[in-house]
């Protein structure tokens, strides 16, 4: 006499189980080959609308590696007074080199910041007419990598200016404030637009299986009257969420990639003009796995709302 199904095993009713979802997983499958011009179209809806936030993602990323490349050259001038000993500007420089704010300390020469401003200024000629050089001596101090935030080397650069023999300190953060902007502006953009996007995935996939359920709804009567659970006759809708999010995932990801390929050489020909040699920066290993898992769990979620308020009106008659 066989045993009762509570009363096998352990190990062997685990193994039924295990292979009661494997039948509902490839069945799933086999039930979106079905109609696959309809499937992937679904898929490629979804894997679009993944897409886009992903892209915003990857750019808020790339575009925090660019303010960080571009904050790294901000220097505090110090412009000396014009009479500062020997001794004094020793003692300054040791002094500065002593702050944990400071990184690093380089000292112009009055007849080196005349040279400078000659390379860089198209007006360098027209100071050799002039009687003596007008530049002062120069310190130019580049702050910590911790230091380096607007308000933080707002106040280094007051700190710097106190010294005795700095006649004035100087420091551009007009552009530094308008970068930090524009990067806020894009997170909250890329944000916003995650939620939307995320919420389309959620309601396609819920749109989806619910026409899934309608073809099938004398099918799940016949499968309720010979004594089958929700639970069972819920497996294969939620496995064919899970099948759409896989697909999606993919699709967003070869979407994205072409994307980063097509922006990187428009960017190329950008940077190339101010000598960089800026590249972006695509997906991961951890944030590919991160979309995969992000896009299987929205097209799961979807589906089993969309099970959840359908299934249980459909009882036999």
Excluded at 16 to 41: C, I, K
Excluded at 170 to 196: C, F, T, Y
Excluded at 287 to 303: D, H, K, P
Aim: net charge neutral.
């Amino acid at each position: 006499m066989s045993l009762g199904a509570d009363k096998q095993p352990l190990g062997r009713r685990f193994l039924a189980y295990l292979q009661s979802h494997l039948r509902h997983l490839f069945a799933s499958l086999g039930e979106l080959w079905r109609l696959p011009l309809t499937s992937l179209l679904t898929m490629a809806v979804l894997g679009i609308s993944l897409s886009l936030p992903t892209v915003l993602a990857v750019l808020v990323k790339n575009s925090a590696q660019v303010q960080q490349q571009w904050t790294d050259p901000t220097e505090i001038s110090l412009f000396l007074n014009a009479g500062l000993s020997e001794q004094r500007l020793a003692s300054l420089q040791s002094q500065l080199r002593g702050m944990e704010e400071v990184g690093r300390v380089e000292y112009l020469s009055a007849d080196d910041s005349l040279a400078d401003f000659k390379a860089m200024s198209q007006f360098g000629e027209a100071l050799q007419y002039l009687d003596q050089n007008p530049l002062p001596p120069v310190l130019r101090v580049l702050p910590s990598l911790q230091y380096r935030e607007v308000e933080r080397l707002q106040r280094l650069k007051q700190k710097l200016s106190d010294l005795n023999g700095v006649e004035m300190a100087r420091l551009d953060l007009e552009w530094l404030l308008q970068l930090k902007a524009m990067m806020a502006s894009l997170s909250k953009m890329a944000w916003g637009v995650a939620i939307l996007l995320i919420g389309a995935v959620v309601l396609v996939t819920a749109n989806t299986i619910r026409m899934a359920i309608t073809q099938r709804q004398d099918e799940i009567r016949v499968m309720k009257l010979v004594g089958a659970t929700n639970g069972f006759v819920r497996r294969p809708f939620l496995y064919a969420g899970v099948w759409y999010g896989l697909s999606a995932s993919v699709i967003a990801w070869t979407c994205v990639s072409a994307i980063l390929i097509w922006f990187d050489g428009a960017l190329a020909e950008f940077v190339s003009s101010y000598q960089s040699s800026f590249r972006l920066e695509g997906l991961s290993l951890s944030e590919v796995g991160a979309m995969v898992g992000t896009s299987v769990l929205l097209c799961w979620l979807g589906a089993w709302l969309s099970v959840q308020r359908h299934l249980t009106a459909i009882e036999p008659q």
